[in-house]
């Protein structure tokens, strides 16, 4: 299988409004694909529909080979996932917090006591095992969070905007690790405000109001649009939009950040 994600005209509509309009894309295994918009563009709704957690309005798609539509179960054993909210309990301990996504997970014995060490060693918790995760400061508490969505061994990690409000050293740890992953075979898809975080991605897919508007790797999007760099590219990318596309009012845009 060559693509750890494929879809087809993906539409999801709540009552009247469109969220996620005909989005057709394929990101390949091993890859990281940064997934771009403006608050409010649909990046949630896509990934919610990916993880099998939300039904599509219309459209296909497969995650690892599994339907999104009938085969969700299969989806969500086999991906590891990171909500845009955080998934912590504040008050048990960073240890208690990845055996109760063992639970879960129905890993227990030498396994889970194998996953907690390399768990912990991979996002550095050494000395923090007992310590609650609401002590913690918000670029630890990110990391033990990708720790329990890892605890299962997936083969796709599923993030939505894991950094937003993380400072900017944790940052670039938790990419760091993003990154280690993926040489180890991961796939991995990732929604972002940050470019910088973009710009190290495989490839990066723009999506606008429901509209994916472009994809490509960042040096690709660079030179299609013949712009200096990726901030420049997605400016273009909303001038344009907003020009040729009427179905958004001026009070519903987003702001790029
Ligand atoms: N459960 C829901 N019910 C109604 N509207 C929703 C729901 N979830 C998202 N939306 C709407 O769908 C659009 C896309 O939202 P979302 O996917 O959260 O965007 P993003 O993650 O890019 O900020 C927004 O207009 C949002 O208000
Ligand atoms: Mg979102």
């Not at 996620?20 to 394929?26: H, I, P, Q, R």
Request: glycine share 10%.
């Amino acid at each position: 299988m060559t693509y750890a994600i494929q879809c087809q005209n993906l539409t999801k509509t709540f009552q009247q409004r469109v969220a996620v309009n005909n989005l057709t894309l394929s990101i390949r295994r091993g890859t990281i694909f940064g997934f771009l918009g403006p608050n409010g563009s649909g990046k949630s709704t896509t990934i919610r529909m990916l993880c099998g957690l939300l039904l599509p309005t219309s459209g296909s798609g497969t995650v690892l080979g599994f339907d999104v539509t009938t085969e969700s179960e299969e989806i969500k054993q086999r991906i590891g996932y990171m909500s845009q909210k955080f998934s912590l309990y504040e008050d048990l301990t960073v240890e208690e917090n990845l055996q109760f996504y063992a639970g879960i997970y129905g890993i227990s014995g030498a396994r889970l006591e194998e996953r907690k060490a390399e768990l912990i060693a991979m996002a550095g918790l050494e000395g923090r095992e007992k310590q609650l995760a609401g002590s913690l400061s918000g670029g630890w508490k990110q990391r033990l969070a990708l720790s329990c969505a890892l605890l299962h061994q997936p083969e796709l990690l599923i993030l939505d905007e894991p950094t937003a409000g993380v400072d900017p050293v944790s940052r670039r740890v938790f990419w760091e690790v993003i990154h280690r992953l993926a040489k180890e075979g991961m796939t991995v898809l990732v929604s972002t405000h940050y470019m910088d975080e973009a710009e190290t991605c495989d490839e990066i897919g723009f999506i606008f109001f429901g509209n994916l508007l472009a994809k490509g790797s960042p040096r690709e999007l660079i030179a299609q649009m013949d712009a200096a760099n990726l901030e420049d590219v997605f400016i273009a990318l909303v001038r344009q939009a907003e020009s040729g596309d009427n179905r958004v009012s001026p009070g519903e845009k987003g702001r790029i950040q």
